[in-house]
């Protein structure tokens, strides 16, 4: 399974962006996929997740109501819609993919990784 992150950027506070993750790989349709962040001060950390089917997903605390998560299951496609960004939500953003239906929040069970994309919000 590979993984390629893309859309982040460079944002002022207050705006949107969207994330994709393409998904290629025998089976990856049936695996549950999330959204984690880094930066230098702070660990990998959970943002978001969807079940394999899509029909669940949750999303941190701090980002709930201004992050959805989403995906394109015939596009083998992961999206994350960010709005109302914050300084706080910089960081360089990870898609995983682990190897089963229902999703955790702990990245030591993804079993994929992608290069990440980073994700800027600045005055």
């Known amino acids: 399974v590979t993984l390629v992150e893309s859309g982040g950027g460079l944002v002022q506070p207050g705006g949107s962006l969207r994330l994709s993750c393409a998904a290629s790989?025998?089976?990856?349709?049936?695996?549950?996929m999330g959204w984690f962040r880094q930066t230098s001060r702070r660990a990998r950390e959970f943002v978001a997740a969807?079940?394999?089917?899509?029909?669940?997903?949750l999303v941190e605390n701090s980002v709930e109501g201004r992050f959805a998560i989403s995906r394109d299951n015939a596009e083998n496609m992961m999206y994350l819609q960010m709005n109302n960004l914050r300084p706080e939500d910089t960081g360089r953003y990870y898609c995983?993919?682990?190897?089963?239906?229902?999703?955790?929040?702990?990245?030591?069970?993804?079993?994929?990784w992608g290069q990440g994309t980073q994700v800027i919000v600045s005055s």
């Open positions: 995983a993919a682990i190897n089963r239906g229902w999703y955790s929040e702990r990245p030591s069970e993804y079993d994929y």
């Open positions: 790989g025998s089976g990856v349709g049936g695996y549950a």
């Open positions: 969807i079940s394999a089917s899509g029909g669940s997903t």
